[in-house]
């Protein structure tokens, strides 16, 4: 079982930047694939960024390139989100997801373990 913790969501201002944590316990992620996700109120959860488990691959949706980076460290059981030129659009709950499988993943039927999210809001 893994168990999964994200923190670092907050209230700031369009084009400021947040850092999101995600941490494991119960059992190392270092060969999983890990995800970050988003859901808005009214909206389906969607991908974010997406980090395969040796870190030498990445994926970003089209929303967040550019602005947005995922890391891990597998030492420390965490993935990070960091979050740059922030706007109101990316104002949602943050969920961190892991999936046994190597690769990237992209949709969330492909993970099998959640955090409770954290909610980032971005003011205009």
């Known amino acids: 079982q893994v168990r999964l913790v994200e923190s670092g969501g907050g209230l700031v201002q369009a084009g400021d930047s947040l850092r999101l944590s995600c941490a494991a316990s119960g059992r190392a992620v270092s060969s999983y694939a890990m995800g970050w996700f988003r859901q808005a109120p009214g909206k389906e959860r969607e991908f974010v960024a997406a980090?395969?488990?040796?870190?030498?691959?990445?994926r970003y949706a089209d929303s967040v390139k550019g602005r947005f980076t995922i890391s891990r460290d597998n030492a420390k059981n965490t993935v990070y989100l960091q979050m740059n030129s922030l706007k109101p659009e990316d104002t949602a709950v943050y969920y961190c997801?892991?999936?046994?499988?190597?690769?990237?993943?992209?949709?969330?039927?492909?993970?099998?373990?959640w955090g409770q999210g954290t909610q980032v809001t971005v003011s205009s």
């Open positions: 980090i395969n488990w040796n870190r030498a691959t990445t």
């Open positions: 997801a892991a999936s046994p499988l190597h690769t990237i993943v992209v949709p969330t039927t492909g993970y099998v373990y």
